[in-house]
């Protein structure tokens, strides 16, 4: 088994390495399907024996999210619990959603004091840190003596049996469709700041959310813009993720500015992620956009299932795919696109 990566072992010119690796099904459910918070839902569930498979150690929380909102912005709180309650699963809502008044959001989140007299605590949901991941998965990789290429960049797929594309935007070429969506976070040291949990600002024009990791470290983050712009974040991208950070908390008005960083998430036109087999010897597994960190033990699992299927036997040709594929969890995310005959 062989891995062909054109980036380095630690993922610094990925996606991957720039998300806050929020796991939230409930607040993206603002902006995300049902088919998106359920895969969020099922997969949260997961990320913790993952992580205690991985040889590495990697920080994984779940004290929730808590959504809160300034006086002039009062109007964005009804849309967005609208929202959740169209695109959430019902038992996820029900479960997870907590108005707070008053001292309960200080209580909630001490260290807001008193300057968010509403917000909503969403108890169940998580965060990982993204970079330990990556490092964790490629310890993991080799530990299984799997053949390691980074910084390797192929044209062709290789000559094997059977191969897996999980290229991202990489792969445009054999998926059109594709297209990037880009993001802008900065990461910033703050001591004395002390956030338990994720905060999202509910906000018009950039609903901005503050990711806290290990030692003060936060990411901020809030645009998404159409386009494969890979260029270094502007200056008004900058002033107003910092703006509305210190808007939250003054105490971001002293914190270091590690790292301003922008990456483009691969997306497909319908926003949903896909796992498609070619029909011979290739799958293909892409359009994961702004969840990949939420949705990726699902979907994995998915390919990984279709993959063994596909190398066991179990499916030959298109009419024995549609057949699999019914009785698949997440049929919804399987295509086949080619009749051609397995090799």
């Given at each position: 088994?062989?891995?062909?990566?054109?980036?380095?072992?630690?993922?610094?010119?990925?996606?991957?390495?720039?998300?806050?690796?929020?796991?939230?099904?409930?607040?993206?459910?603002?902006?995300?399907?049902?088919?998106?918070?359920?895969?969020?839902?099922?997969?949260?569930?997961?990320?913790?024996?993952?992580?205690?498979d991985m040889p590495?150690?990697?920080?994984?929380?779940?004290?929730?999210?808590?959504?809160?909102?300034?006086?002039?912005?009062?109007?964005?709180?009804?849309?967005?619990?609208?929202?959740?309650?169209?695109?959430?699963?019902?038992?996820?809502?029900?479960?997870?959603?907590?108005?707070?008044?008053?001292?309960?959001?200080?209580?909630?989140?001490?260290?807001?004091?008193?300057?968010?007299?509403?917000g909503w605590l969403?108890?169940?949901?998580?965060?990982?840190?993204?970079?330990?991941?990556?490092?964790?998965?490629?310890?993991?990789?080799?530990?299984?003596?799997?053949?390691?290429?980074?910084?390797?960049?192929?044209?062709?797929?290789?000559?094997?049996?059977?191969?897996?594309?999980?290229?991202?935007?990489?792969?445009?070429?054999?998926?059109?469709?594709?297209?990037?969506?880009?993001?802008?976070?900065?990461?910033?040291?703050?001591?004395?700041?002390?956030?338990?949990?994720?905060?999202?600002?509910?906000?018009?024009?950039?609903?901005?959310?503050?990711?806290?990791?290990?030692?003060?470290?936060?990411?901020?983050?809030?645009?998404?813009?159409?386009?494969?712009?890979?260029?270094?974040?502007?200056?008004?991208?900058?002033?107003e993720l910092l703006?509305?950070?210190?808007?939250?908390?003054?105490?971001?008005?002293?914190?270091?500015?590690?790292?301003?960083?922008?990456?483009?998430?691969?997306?497909?036109?319908?926003?949903?992620?896909?796992?498609?087999?070619?029909?011979?010897?290739?799958?293909?597994?892409?359009?994961?956009?702004?969840?990949?960190?939420?949705?990726?033990?699902?979907?994995?699992?998915?390919?990984?299932?279709?993959?063994?299927?596909?190398?066991?036997?179990?499916?030959?040709?298109?009419?024995?795919?549609?057949?699999?594929?019914?009785?698949?969890?997440?049929?919804?995310?399987?295509?086949?696109?080619?009749?051609?005959?397995?090799?």
């Amino acid at each position: 088994m062989a891995l062909y990566d054109r980036g380095d072992a630690a993922g610094t010119q990925s996606a991957a390495w720039v998300a806050a690796a929020m796991l939230a099904p409930l607040a993206e459910a603002a902006s995300a399907e049902l088919l998106i918070t359920e895969l969020g839902a099922a997969s949260l569930e997961r990320w913790p024996g993952f992580i205690a498979d991985m040889p590495e150690p990697v920080f994984f929380q779940r004290n929730g999210t808590l959504v809160v909102w300034h006086a002039g912005d009062r109007a964005e709180a009804p849309l967005f619990e609208r929202r959740l309650r169209a695109n959430a699963p019902s038992a996820l809502f029900q479960n997870g959603f907590v108005k707070l008044s008053g001292a309960q959001v200080a209580a909630a989140e001490p260290s807001l004091g008193t300057r968010f007299p509403q917000g909503w605590l969403l108890p169940n949901e998580g965060q990982l840190d993204n970079r330990q991941v990556l490092n964790a998965l490629g310890a993991g990789l080799a530990e299984r003596n799997v053949d390691l290429h980074w910084n390797t960049t192929i044209d062709t797929p290789p000559d094997a049996h059977f191969v897996i594309d999980c290229r991202g935007l990489g792969g445009k070429p054999a998926w059109p469709a594709l297209r990037g969506i880009r993001g802008e976070v900065a990461r910033v040291h703050a001591p004395g700041i002390g956030l338990m949990r994720p905060v999202r600002l509910l906000h018009p024009r950039y609903p901005l959310y503050i990711a806290p990791k290990q030692d003060d470290l936060y990411v901020i983050g809030a645009t998404e813009v159409e386009g494969e712009d890979m260029s270094p974040m502007s200056v008004r991208s900058a002033l107003e993720l910092l703006s509305a950070a210190f808007a939250v908390h003054p105490g971001f008005g002293e914190a270091r500015i590690l790292e301003l960083n922008s990456q483009c998430r691969p997306t497909l036109p319908d926003h949903r992620p896909a796992i498609v087999w070619d029909g011979a010897r290739t799958l293909r597994v892409n359009g994961l956009y702004r969840h990949g960190y939420m949705i990726a033990p699902e979907v994995a699992d998915s390919a990984r299932a279709l993959a063994e299927a596909l190398l066991g036997g179990a499916i030959t040709d298109p009419d024995s795919f549609d057949d699999w594929r019914g009785r698949a969890r997440w049929s919804a995310l399987l295509r086949c696109e080619h009749a051609a005959p397995v090799l």
